[in-house]
């Protein structure tokens, strides 16, 4: 390919838009062209990188078993009811684009496919004999984001890769699940990613376990908690950890003490010379349900904790058997349009009566009682008397009358102690997750009564996987993690070039003619080159170069008449003066050794 010939259009300064810098970078070279909000068009070269990437993933996936498909993007709505997500998805703030046909059917541009894929499978996969079986499809997926961001990152439509697995047994599911993991661990090794797998909550797919697979950089959405011994990762979503230990009260009677202006755990340890550690802190929230119940939540927690929204959602749904579609924080304005009499925030404790909630509009009348572990398992401790400015200071849970539901509700965070060894401590890191495979279990194949013939002649649900890789955002977090600041490093692998031949003046006959025979020879080589032959001067040609990182050049400069060019490594900068002839054994060695 001639850059001449090639739509190519670079900037040189930052657009507004990007916040990033690889969201800058793919802009800024000419990869990518905003559309709309979340929408990007990818230009010729970013179609290189991911085709690329497709082929790695393709490959992989073949090696290990799986069959390649194609699933339809749009999605009968009956489907997603049969499952039980069609509400969570469309309703409020759910993810999915949906729409009514002529007729009046209501559809979903698919966000992922597990719907669509089961109920096939209940058509075609029969008999135990026809199990496992494997199907992924590389696809654009659509997802209503509330707030696209970072570009490739967080984006209205993507590429993706999903695969879905059958079987006849849990075993036989963990199996695959481990294949899954290896191809995947290959998939990113290959791409020139430094990827780190971690524990991950199933989130809305659901299922029994999850693992998600996180390149790290500074720029990462996600936070992941890593021991220092190596043994242990986690998103923080997932992680649990031991925490520090409480600081004890002094033993002594239980008090009533006044507190006024001090309705913030800070404002009051500050005051009163107590350790957040030693107050049991209320949160009020109320639940959408996907039965439209509207649930409020008493939750407690050690005051020197964070709580984990996860955490919580997930312990909601688990107690009620019910999916939550929103958990949000009761505030003031609660109290009018609940028509209840007011909360006494800032003074609320464990045993804050369900007395509150009676005549409320629309929320059920008795609050669901939720307690940290580091909460429930406190002696005495601080907190508030359910009235204004108003604390009881050395009470306990039997003084109140309360016992809750004691869970792990709490974030892990950095220098907690691990629970699988004492000694080791966990770090903080940001990742950008690129890849999430999934134990489903039975949980799509029994609502959607999935049914296969066991070897005993009987009826049983699937046992089902999901493994799920975001192509388009790997391109971007490959940028993420290479990059300096010239411009975009890319993996050779997925480079949209393996080299480029610069041609510093395109007009001198002699570097043109060495130029295009270095160009011939490395394409019969088998190098996948580009050859810069515009009429630019060679400053512009060195940046545009560095800005789209092609991992190895080529400069055909003043010293062709001497039949001497320029290697130059991207990456680590390092330049070889060499004749032309050995430049190309050179380049093509360390390229395809």
């Not at 670079?10 to 507004?16: E, F, S």
């Not at 393709?58 to 009956?78: F, S």
């Not at 849990?170 to 797998?197: H, K, N, S």
């Not at 070889?576 to 380049?587: F, G, I, R, S």
């Amino acid at each position: 390919m001639r850059v001449s010939r090639l739509l190519l259009v670079t900037l040189r300064d930052v657009p507004a838009e990007a916040e990033i810098t690889s969201h800058q970078l793919l802009l800024r070279a000419g990869y990518i062209r905003r559309v709309g909000s979340g929408i990007y068009a990818y230009l010729p070269l970013m179609w290189k990188v991911l085709q690329k990437i497709t082929a790695v993933v393709r490959e992989e996936m073949n090696r290990a078993g799986a069959q390649e498909t194609l699933l339809p993007q749009l999605h009968p709505a009956e489907l997603w009811q049969r499952s039980g997500r069609w509400q969570g998805y469309t309703a409020g703030e759910g993810i999915m684009f949906h729409l009514e046909d002529r007729q009046g059917r209501e559809l979903g541009l698919g966000p992922t496919h597990e719907e669509v894929i089961t109920s096939l499978a209940g058509e075609l996969l029969r008999s135990y004999r026809q199990l496992p079986v494997n199907l992924y499809q590389i696809q654009t997926k659509f997802r209503d984001e509330i707030r696209p961001r970072f570009g490739l990152m967080r984006g209205r439509e993507f590429i993706m890769k999903d695969a879905y697995s059958f079987h006849a047994s849990e075993a036989d599911l963990r199996e695959t699940y481990g294949d899954m993991d290896q191809a995947y661990r290959r998939i990113f090794e290959r791409c020139g990613l430094d990827a780190v797998p971690v524990d991950a909550d199933s989130g809305a797919i659901g299922g029994a376990a999850s693992q998600e697979f996180m390149v790290t950089a500074d720029a990462g959405e996600d936070l992941i908690l890593i021991s220092d011994d190596g043994q242990y990762a986690a998103n923080q979503e997932k992680a649990v950890s031991i925490p520090s230990a409480a600081s004890p009260l002094p033993d002594g009677p239980e008090e009533s003490i006044p507190t006024p202006g001090l309705g913030s755990i800070e404002s009051l340890c500050d005051a009163k010379g107590w350790d957040p550690s030693q107050v049991v802190k209320v949160l009020l929230f109320v639940a959408t349900l996907d039965d439209d119940t509207l649930q409020p939540l008493l939750v407690s927690l050690r005051g020197d904790q964070e709580l984990n929204p996860t955490k919580v959602v997930n312990a909601v749904s688990r107690i009620l058997n019910k999916g939550v579609l929103d958990c949000r924080p009761i505030t003031p304005d609660d109290n009018n349009r609940q028509q209840i009499d007011p909360i006494p925030f800032g003074s609320i404790g464990p045993d804050f009566s369900d007395d509150v909630l009676q005549g409320a509009k629309t929320w059920e009348p008795t609050f669901l009682r939720l307690a940290d572990e580091t909460a429930s398992e406190l002696g005495g401790f601080i907190c508030g008397s359910n009235k204004p400015d108003l604390h009881r200071f050395n009470t306990s849970w039997a003084a109140i009358g309360q016992k809750p539901t004691s869970l792990d509700l709490r974030n892990a965070r950095a220098g907690d102690v691990c629970t699988h060894n004492p000694e080791s401590r966990l770090m903080e890191k940001r990742g950008i997750e690129v890849g999430h495979i999934f134990q489903l279990g039975r949980k799509y194949s029994e609502a959607m009564e999935s049914r296969f013939t066991n070897e005993n002649g009987k009826t049983e649900p699937f046992w089902m996987g999901c493994y799920g890789i975001g192509v388009s955002r790997l391109a971007q977090a490959a940028v993420e993690q290479h990059h300096d600041d010239s411009g975009i490093c890319w993996p050779t692998a997925i480079a949209p070039f393996e080299a480029i031949v610069v041609v510093a003046n395109i007009q001198d006959e002699t570097q043109g003619q060495l130029g295009e025979a270095l160009y011939t020879q490395l394409q019969a080589a088998g190098v996948d080159v580009l050859i810069d032959d515009r009429k630019e001067r060679a400053g512009v040609k060195f940046k545009d170069a560095d800005l789209i990182g092609i991992p190895w050049r080529i400069v055909v400069g003043r010293d062709a008449s001497e039949g001497t060019v320029e290697l130059v490594c991207r990456r680590s900068r390092e330049v070889q003066k060499l004749p032309h002839a050995e430049a190309v054994t050179c380049l093509t060695k360390a390229l395809h050794p």
